[in-house]
Structures are given as C-alpha cells and as structure tokens.
C-alpha cells in the first residue's frame, strides 16, 4: 500500500538560481532525495550581493531589462554573459529567440526571479552536495561557489575555461565530475 511517500531516493542537479529551488525542496522533503549537485550558485548570508553577481552581470542585466522588447539583443546578451562556447553561439541563440516567442518571460517574472535569488537565505542541505564550479563565468563570481564549499564543506570541482552555463559548454564535463563524485557519496 502506497502511503504517498516516495520510497525510491532521487538526486538533484540543479543550477544557478535553481540550486536555492533545490535546496527548499530538500528541506521540505527530505525524504524524497539522497543528494544534489549544484552548478554555478550563490547564497545569501555566505556570499555578500555585489560580490555574487559580477559587474559585469549587472551592467547585462541593465541592457537586458532596457532592451526586453528586443529579443535578438537581449538573448545575444544573455548568450555572452552566460556562455564561452563560441561554436554553439548562433545556434544556441537562435533557439532561445525561437523560444522566448514561444515562451516569453516576463519582465515581472524575471524580477520576481531576481529578488528571490537575493533574498532567500539557505541552510545546509543533509544529504551530500557536489558543488561545479566555472572558472570564467561572467555572470555568478567564481568565488561564490568555493565560499559554500568552505562554509558547508563540500567538494568542489572547478573548470577552467566554461561559463556560466557549464552545462551548455562543456556537458562531458559535468557527466564526468558526477560520474566520478556519484560512487564516493
């Protein structure tokens, strides 16, 4: 008989303002997962706001808000903030045009979505978290992630050269730091 909790653990991989989404729904049901994987985050409270976001993150940002009616800039904008892969660059912007017309964000959901980021305060989650780091992103300070690794201490694994959408850069990467992390926790 099924009492409606979940019996089989699940593993997380989250990203960016989505790793404090993870994080709450690890609090909340902490039942349900055995661990996480975070790539690229920040908290509040371990991380002070203006060195979380680059400032070169906040000038897009700025750009970006400004220009939302103009989804060729704002998506090109967002592609060289967030990505340092230049040979999927044209594709990857294209999709996203194609998608925010689809799907378009809000300019209220966005800024909903950035209050959120730098007001919600995290705690530790209890299972084991794998933190993915890149060197050169552009959008969240590099040292965001390795001051949650210090202050909660977890393993962290850092790439050089991919931004801030490592999965996007470079995804064998990251399959092979989980690969690798998954059997040690």
Request: some cysteine; proline content about 5%; charged content about 20%.
């Amino acid at each position: 008989m099924n009492s409606g909790h979940v019996t089989q653990q699940s593993w997380i991989l989250a990203h960016s303002m989505g790793c404090l989404a993870a994080i709450e729904w690890m609090k909340r049901e902490p039942h349900r997962f055995h661990g996480a994987v975070f790539i690229n985050t920040s908290i509040k409270g371990i991380s002070p706001l203006f060195s979380r976001l680059t400032p070169m993150a906040l000038f897009n940002f700025l750009r970006i808000f400004l220009f939302r009616n103009r989804s060729n800039l704002r998506e090109r904008w967002k592609y060289e903030l967030t990505c340092n892969h230049s040979d999927k660059k044209n594709d990857s912007i294209q999709k996203w045009i194609n998608i925010q017309k689809t799907h378009p964000v809000s300019f209220k959901t966005m800024w909903n979505q950035i209050r959120a980021a730098a007001s919600y305060v995290a705690s530790k989650p209890r299972y084991p978290v794998l933190l993915l780091v890149s060197q050169a992103d552009r959008l969240v300070n590099p040292n965001s992630s390795h001051a949650i690794a210090a202050r909660w201490n977890l393993p962290i694994e850092v790439h050089s050269w991919a931004g801030h959408d490592l999965a996007h850069d470079d995804p064998q990467w990251v399959i092979d730091r989980i690969r690798t992390w998954l059997p040690k926790s």
